[in-house]
Every structure is written in structure tokens, then in C-alpha cells.
């Protein structure tokens, strides 16, 4: 029903109204005039609801074909008052109005929603730098190696430690602390020298895994100990690796006759041969004296240098060589004698690793002259021994034959030994303690 249709049967109904009045007001005026209000109250409220239900229509209808134009992409031509075609003419109260709806601004409202959209999902897209190249993101991926790595981490670790302790195993098997006693109580004046050697020993015999043998040379002039230290270092060994295992070489004993150096070398290199397997077998490391090398013939020097460099089998690479020789006395007595003065004041170690550092490359120089054996040796130069260093000698001798030690007669001993002259407060001994044993068999 249409609103002029609700204004006519309100007219009509107060028309006839007005005529029961004239008619007859005696029969209850007060009563008619009580319907007359509530009538007009639910018409007012069902007007008003019908328009609110017609006006929600015609907007959904619109809405419903607007959607529907919009998903093919058409405009349609609209009518009158903006309206799409087909749609029914507007003829309640403007609530809510497309008026500014065209076919220009509905193409631009929707162009402009899909550059929206096209810019959110270009948003998302990564930026790379101007000079390098695109690159897909990375992806962390939780990968299964790290347990295998941590697991080779924690094998390597024991492995390390498990070297460590077998490298004190191996020091302990060869008594290296023994020997440091022995050398440091029967050797005199020669301290900065054997804590070099001992330093030498203790670094290759703490492992049995060698790339070449260890080869020291002791150079010294006659009576310092050389010869003392190789009988101190035969007899060690001897009871720590066992007696095939050690062999004490004296030149002149051996092989005194040059006719027969060849004879010589061919012997001495099927005893080191034969040594060393057996070493190999016992899984230790034999120990090789040459005393007197100087006196060492050609022949033998050229088969030592072929075991030294051997690389027929591992077995030749682990042992040990030591030359004893007086070869370089003249530059270590002329050093000695000429440098005194700016050593005075330093302690033993110091002075011994100054003496060493200034003398080693003159001696090297000398050496590898008369054969390239003394090339891969690791020299060790002993000083000239001190007149308090011959007196221990003398007191230490007379003790070991069981004679009073009468400081006054060891010093009457020791005063019939030859010396240099006095150079800065030092006093060398020419012979060291050469004469000492035959000085005191006298006695």
C-alpha cells in the first residue's frame, strides 16, 4: 500500500469520526475518542516500517546487481538519478543514494581497487640491491650434520687427549727425569749443554711417530766430557730399552785400519738394520753412539748419511744418533776466550743459549765442509770447562777411588793442571779434566 493510500483511510476514518460525533455524542464521546488515537498510532508505526523494509530492498537489490556487473567486468547505462537499468525508480525518502555514481567513476572506483591490490602483492616482493643480482631468500633448514659434526668433535677431543697421555707414557718409559739427575751429578760445568740435549730428547722421544731420526752432534775440545756423557747416555738407555737396543760405536776400535772402511760401512749397516726392526717390533726407540767421530772414514760417513736419509721403511725414522767429537775445537776455544767479557754477568742458561746462537753457524759452516752428514745434525757445542770445574772433577775421582778428599790436596792436584790465561776473572782449562783419573791413580 502506497502512503497516499494510508493518508486516504485516515481521512475517510476521521470523517466518519466527526459524523458520530454530530450524531450522537451521548453515547460515549470519551470512548471514541480513545480508538481514534491508538488507530492512529499503529498506522503511524506500520507506515514507518513498510518504508524502512522498502528501502532495505531496493538497496540490497542494487547492491546485488552492482556485485554482479562488477564480477563480468560491465557498466551498465544508468537512469534518471544515477540508477542502473532495470532498477526500480526510487520514490521513498533518500535515505542512502548512489548520486555520484557514474559509469566513469564506477570504472575508476574498481581500476583503483585492483592497483591496490597489484601494490599490496608487489609490497611483498623482496628488494635487492641496485649492483647485485636476485637471490632467493635462504631457508634455515634444521640439517642432521651438526650431530655428526659434534660427534667428530667429541672423537677428535678424546683422540687429543688420549695423545697427551701417551706422550707422558712415553717420557716415563724412557726415564728422561733419571737421566736429567744422572747428567746433572756426573757431568760438570756443562749445564746450558745438557739441558739442551735432555730438551732435544724429551721433545722426539715423547712420541714414537717420526718423519726423520734424531741426529745431535756434541762438539768440544779434549777432557770436557763428551766422552763421559756418551758412557752416562749408553748405560741409561741400555736399562730403560734393553741392551740389543743400544749401540756404542768407538771408531778406533771398530774400525781402525781405513783399508778396511768399506768392510766397515757394509757391517755397520746391516747391525743398524737389524737393530732398528728389532725396534720396530718391540715398539721402541734404538739409540746409536759414534764415539771419536772425527776419526770416522769417508765410507762410514757416507753410509751413516744413507740411513740418516733413508726412505726405504718407517722403522730407519725412528732412532736416535750421537756423535761425539773434538771437530770446531779451535772456533769454540777462540770464542770463548775472545767473548768472555759481555757473558760475565749472565746466568748459565743465558750464557749457554748466547754461546750457542753466536757459535753454531760458524761451526755448521766448518763442519759441512767435511761432509754433508753434518748437515742434518742438531749441534750441541760444550764449553771449556773452569778451574772450580776441575777441582769437582778431582774431588768426584778421588771419591769414587776411596781417597780421603783433602781440599788441600785437591787443590795442590788441580794447580798442576795447564790453563789459559786469565781472561775477565774466567780461568780455562786446556785438557779440562782429561788428566784427572791418571793424577789421581798416582796417589
Known sequence: MGDQDVYDRLSGSQTDGEMGEEKGESEGESEKRGSWTGAESLYQFSSSLRAVVRIRQKYLTMKKRRLELAGLGVVGPVVGAGLFTGAPVRTSPKIFTFEGLTPSSTTTTFSSLLQKKKKKKRSRRVMFP??????????????????????????????????????????????????????????????????????????????????????????????????????????????????????????????????????????????????????????????????????????????????????????????????????????????LLHNSSSDSMMTVSEYHGNFVKELTPLLRNTLEMLHPLWAEAELIPLTLLEKGHVTECFLDEMMREGFYPDRTNIERLAGEIEYYPVVWGRVYARTGCKQVVAKVNLL
Open 130 to 335: 641496485s649492483g647485485g643480482g636476485c637471490r632467493a631468500p635462504v631457508i634455515k633448514e634444521h640439517s642432521r650434520a651438526k650431530n655428526c659434526l659434534f660427534l667428530l668433535c667429541t672423537i677428535l677431543f678424546l683422540q687429543v687427549y688420549n695423545a697427551i697421555e701417551n706422550l707422558d707414557d712415553h717420557v716415563l718409559r724412557y726415564d728422561l727425569e733419571g737421566l736429567e739427575k744422572t747428567l746433572c751429578r756426573e757431568v760438570f760445568g756443562q749445564q746450558g749443554a745438557m739441558e739442551a740435549l735432555l730438551a732435544q730428547l724429551r721433545d722426539y722421544l715423547s712420541t714414537y711417530v717420526h718423519n726423520k731420526p734424531l741426529v745431535l752432534s756434541l762438539h768440544g775440545t779434549s777432557g770436557v766430557g763428551k766422552s763421559h756423557v756418551g758412557r752416562l747416555l749408553a748405560g741409561h738407555f741400555r736399562s730403560v730399552v734393553g741392551e740389543p737396543l743400544v749401540l756404542q760405536y768407538f771408531v778406533l776400535h771398530h774400525c781402525p785400519l781405513e783399508d778396511d772402511a768399506w768392510r766397515c760401512a757394509r757391517a755397520l749397516t746391516i747391525l743398524v738394520s737389524e737393530t732398528v726392526l728389532r725396534a720396530e717390533e718391540e715398539e721402541k726407540i734404538p739409540v746409536f753412539i759414534f764415539d771419536e767421530a772425527e776419526h770416522l772414514h769417508p765410507e762410514l760417513l757416507d753410509a751413516l748419511r744413507d740411513l740418516v736419509q733413508s726412505k726405504l721403511s718407517n722403522e730407519y725414522l725412528n732412532a736416535v744418533y750421537l756423535f761425539l767429537s773434538n771437530q770446531g775445537h779451535n772456533h769454540i776455544t777462540k770464542h
